[in-house]
């Protein structure tokens, strides 16, 4: 008997036999998958999810998967000839992202909802009402690509081919059984491409400019998003060095990262940066680029798509924050679905909150949230407060 040839997103059927829901944001890339796989004869629905209340006073006119963006999709999917539904998440998303976004500003972190929204809406949510439609799987726009590995069966994750495009530090958190049911049409491409092909595809979104901003923050200002939602998190504090003394006072943690040099308010005989927020005393530590320096950092919730690390570690890349590159590590399993990574070389700037995401070459190996760091660096203390409730 023979067997039935794949389609292209790798089902042995016909892509008119194949039911496939396209994540319809509004923007260019994912409206070129749907339109690529529309015209590869696939049965194609559309689905755009709002998130939130365009109208309201965290979001912005035109911000993604709100207003103007649930119009372009629905554009779209008249011009595709595919249908199109519009589905109400806005109290998920609440709970499963901003919510969780505001807390980890008044633990003094620095978030990233982009991953959380991936991880707990899209790849979560999304996924299981496309199973619920009995569709064979969800194609969205991200800038990855998934394989198969020919020996193990096992789906991998690796970088977009274009690496000013690549969001696989995004989606770190995609476990190995969504990462099956997940389909990514433009890891292979380039951006001019994708909108060359919206163009071919008479597509009103081919110039759409990219969004920059988290969705829900009006213009990148956080810190007026996070005072409406806690606005215990703007009570003022002090500004001290690493023995204690007092250099200032400042208008909330939630102004600052760790890294941060400019804005501090403060001047001293050297540059200062932020080295710590202690959001339990109201307290921005600063000091020396010297004392910024870690080696080691802590992750929890780790998810992992490779194969089981070794108990004497793993060499690994390592990124640290999403417009870093990599760097050279060795990654340490720990109880209770945590790791550590050493790294050869110290960083600076590294802050809780972010993700530490690890690769093998191209491959997406997996990550975790930063909960702590620590170094030999001068003065180095035991993690804030906030760092260790991470």
Known sequence: MTTPALNS??????????????????GVDSSVVAGLLARQGYEV??????????GAAISRKGACCAGQDIHDARNVAERLGIPHYVLDYESRFRQSVIDEFADSYVRGETPIPCIRCNQRVKFRDLLQTARDLGADCLATGHYVQRVVDEATGRSQLLRGADPRRDQSYFLYATTAEQLDY????????????????????????ADKPDSQDI?????????????KLRPEAAEPGEIVDLQGNVLGRHDGVIHFTVGQRKGIGVAGPEPLYVLR?????RQVVVGPKASLARSVVYLRELNWLGEPIPAEGLDVSAKLRSAQPAVAARIFADQNNAARLE???PEYGIAPGQAGVVYAGERL????????????AAGDSA???AEIAA
């Open 383 to 385: 993690p804030a407060k």
């Open 277 to 281: 927020l202690d959001a339990a005393r």
């Open 365 to 376: 190996l997996g990550g975790g949230w930063i909960a702590r760091t620590s170094g030999a």
């Open 215 to 227: 969705c829900f923050v009006p213009n990148g200002d956080y810190a007026s998003v996070v005072t």
């Open 343 to 345: 790294l050869f070389e």
């Open 182 to 205: 997940l389909r990514f049409p433009l890891g292979h491409m380039e951006k001019p491409e994708v909108r060359k092909l919206a163009e071919e595809f008479g597509l009103a979104v």
């Open 9 to 26: 997103l790798g089902f042995p059927k016909a892509p008119a036999s194949t039911r496939v829901v396209v994540a319809m944001s509004g």
């Open 45 to 54: 629905i559309g689905i755009t999810l709002q998130l939130y209340d365009h």
